[in-house]
């Protein structure tokens, strides 16, 4: 009997067994992301009361799953083997491989990863989405390969799991996009710079503003140092993205209310690399600016896109109307279950 075989004539006999195990397996999860961490804030982190998670951590405790000292709660290395054992059967009780496969056929695309949560509501998630998006930069990396990366919450969240190795430490980042809004901490140019440090690897950046006015941007792409990153945009292997909702993106880029307006005129429900698509994944504008372009985009081995949220299941569907076959979408569970819900 194989282990969903057994686990599925468990079941029948303690029903309530699915919610315990998924209560269980996510609070060793959390230890293993956040540890050593407080029971209150674990509790904060899972939206549990103190007195539920006291209660479990006993019985993880007894079993030696997690180290409990001053400086707070940790998963053990017993817990990190029995996460690794279990990761597999949890994704597939919970349904969330069918979810995958559904959506990756629905799309059209090479693969789909779903984090089980709610991004909105569980800071964990998002870590949890960087986990994951990390991991799969280092299965496809390849040395020497050319990765651009855009800017974001979602795709800043690789760099806490990153980590150099012989491959990695080969590769180039390029930013993928100048710079949007005032906002620096979530650019391109910062987040390649610290995939680079955590990594040991090279990096190029892009210091332009996203919004040039057409005499600007016929001066600056014959720059020598632009011309050069044109090329190198040419040259991408992965690229590594995030999508978001066209009314936000617009607001982010200080976009004026005229922009806003005719973009709402137009349908635009999405974005990614500076261009707005509507509900039929057409594009309806795109913005001049110097950056990698969709159709170097399209011609990546790998394009890897990390996006979550209630308010861009929306604009994720939209973009992967017409999404290279080659990607790979990342996504919560929440997000995941609203497109499917459409």
């Known amino acids: 009997m194989d282990n969903v075989t057994f686990f599925e004539a468990e079941r ?45 951590i006993t019985v993880l405790s007894e079993q030696h799953l997690i180290s409990v000292q001053k400086k707070g709660m940790s998963c053990s290395s017993n817990g990190y083997e029995v996460l690794e054992q279990l990761s597999e059967l949890y994704r597939e009780l919970s349904g969330i491989v069918a979810k995958e496969q559904q959506l990756a056929q629905q799309f059209g695309i090479r693969r789909v990863v779903i984090v089980s949560g709610d991004v909105e509501k569980d800071s964990t998630v998002k870590q949890q989405l960087g986990k994951e998006a990390a991991q799969i930069m280092l299965e496809i990396a390849q040395g020497k390969d050319k990765i651009a990366v855009t800017g974001g919450s979602s795709v800043a969240s690789l760099k806490e799991y990153l980590v150099p190795n012989t491959v990695l430490s080969e590769v180039e980042f390029l930013a993928a996009r100048g710079g949007m809004g005032d906002e620096m901490t979530f650019q391109a140019n910062t987040i390649v710079a610290k995939f680079a440090k955590k990594t040991g690897a090279t990096y190029r950046t892009l210091f332009l503003p996203e919004h040039l006015s057409a005499q600007a941007y016929e001066a600056m792409k014959h720059e020598p140092i632009i011309k050069e990153m044109i090329t ?28 806003q307006q005719a973009l709402d005129e137009k349908g635009a429900v999405s974005e990614a690399f500076g261009y707005y698509f509507n509900e039929q994944g057409d594009i309806v504008h ?10 170097q985009v399209n011609k990546a081995r790998h394009v890897v896109a990390i996006a979550a949220g209630h308010n861009k299941a929306t604009a994720i569907q939209a973009y992967f109307k017409n999404a290279a076959a080659q990607s790979i979408l990342i996504t919560d569970e929440q997000t995941a279950n609203a497109i499917l819900s459409k």
């Open 12 to 56: 029948k006999l303690m029903p309530e067994i699915d919610a315990l195990f998924q209560k269980r397996f996510r609070i060793l999860q959390t230890l293993a992301t956040f540890g050593p961490i407080g029971r209150r804030a674990l509790a904060e982190q899972l939206l549990m009361t103190e007195r539920d998670v006291r209660n479990e």
């Open 286 to 295: 795109h913005i001049r600016t110097i950056g990698i372009q969709l159709e």
């Open 232 to 259: 190198l945009y040419e040259q991408v292997n992965i690229v590594v993205h995030g999508i978001g909702a066209a009314h936000e993106m617009a607001q982010r880029r200080n976009s004026s209310q005229l922009e």
